[in-house]
C-alpha cells in the first residue's frame, strides 16, 4: 500500500527566502506526481505535475523535483511572499488511478 | 474552460441524517473522483468512475454511502445515515487522461452534529 509522507508538517519563514517542501513515498512503481496548494476553506489547486519519466517541472517561482528511484520529491519555492502561505499537498498517481496524499505541509510566509 | 462544480458548498446535519452532494466535472473528463478530506489530514479516495462505471470503491464505507454517476457525467455522493466521524470536506475531482492531471473542486464541507 502506497505511503506518502511530508516533512516539515509546518513551516514559518521571512518574506523573500528560498524554501524546500519534502515529499517521500514508499512504492517508486508510480505514474506521476502532482504537487497542489489549498487555501483555507478552498479545494486543490493544482501546482506541477511530473510524470514518472520527468526529473522536475517549472511553474514561474515554483520547481518540482523527482528522484523515483529514492522514492523522493521536493518542491522549491524561489523568493517567498506572504501570498504562498497555504497547505502545499504532494500525490502520486499509478496511471489510470487515484492520487495517494500526504497530510501536507502548512506554510506560513511573515511579511 | 469551466472548472469542478460541487454544491452544496456547506451542509450541517444531526447525526442518523442524510445528505447528498453533487459534482460536475470539466466537460470531456472521463474519470471523476470522490475524496474525503478530514481536518489536518490529506484527501483519501472514496470511489473512482470511468465515465459512469465503478473503477474502485474499495474505500468506501458501503454500509453508509453510496454514489452514482449516471450518464457518464454529474455524479452524487450520498451518505445515510450519517455519523460524526464523517465530518469532513467532500471533494470531487476529475482528469481527461489517464495520468494527466487531476482537477478539484471548492469542496462540500459538511458537519455532523
Known amino acids: 500500500k502506497q505511503e506518502v509522507t511530508q516533512i516539515p508538517a509546518a513551516l514559518s519563514v521571512p518574506e523573500g527566502e528560498n524554501l524546500v517542501l519534502n515529499c517521500s513515498f514508499t512504492?517508486?512503481?508510480?505514474?506521476?506526481l502532482q504537487w497542489f496548494r489549498q487555501d483555507p476553506g478552498k479545494g486543490l489547486t493544482s501546482l506541477l505535475l511530473?510524470?514518472?519519466?520527468?526529473r522536475e517541472q517549472t511553474s514561474g517561482r515554483l520547481n518540482a523535483s523527482l528522484d523515483k528511484s529514492s522514492g523522493r520529491s521536493t518542491l522549491y519555492i524561489a523568493a517567498s511572499q506572504p501570498g504562498d502561505s497555504a497547505t502545499y499537498l504532494c500525490?502520486?498517481?499509478?496511471?489510470?488511478?487515484?492520487?495517494?496524499f500526504g497530510k501536507g505541509t502548512h506554510l506560513i510566509i511573515q511579511p | 474552460e469551466a472548472g469542478v462544480a460541487q454544491s452544496p458548498r456547506y451542509k450541517i446535519i444531526e447525526k442518523r441524517q442524510s445528505v447528498a452532494f453533487w459534482c460536475n466535472p470539466i466537460?470531456?473528463?472521463?474519470?471523476l473522483y470522490w475524496y474525503q478530506q478530514i481536518l489536518g489530514q490529506g484527501p483519501k479516495l472514496l470511489i473512482q468512475?470511468?465515465?459512469?462505471?465503478?473503477?474502485?470503491d474499495s474505500q468506501l464505507p458501503k454500509d453508509r454511502f453510496s454514489a452514482e454517476r449516471l450518464k457518464g457525467v454529474d455524479s452524487t455522493l450520498k451518505i445515510q445515515p450519517a455519523k460524526l466521524e464523517d465530518s469532513a470536506v467532500y471533494l470531487c475531482?476529475?482528469?481527461?487522461?489517464?495520468?494527466?492531471?487531476?482537477?478539484f473542486g471548492e469542496g462540500s464541507r459538511l458537519t455532523v452534529l
Open positions: 475531482a476529475s482528469r481527461g487522461l489517464a495520468g494527466g492531471e487531476l482537477f
Open positions: 512504492d517508486s512503481a508510480i505514474y506521476n
Open positions: 511530473i510524470q514518472s519519466s520527468q
Open positions: 500525490a502520486v498517481g499509478g496511471g489510470a488511478d487515484g492520487l495517494t
Open positions: 466537460s470531456g473528463h472521463a474519470t
Open positions: 468512475f470511468q465515465n459512469n462505471g465503478v473503477v474502485d
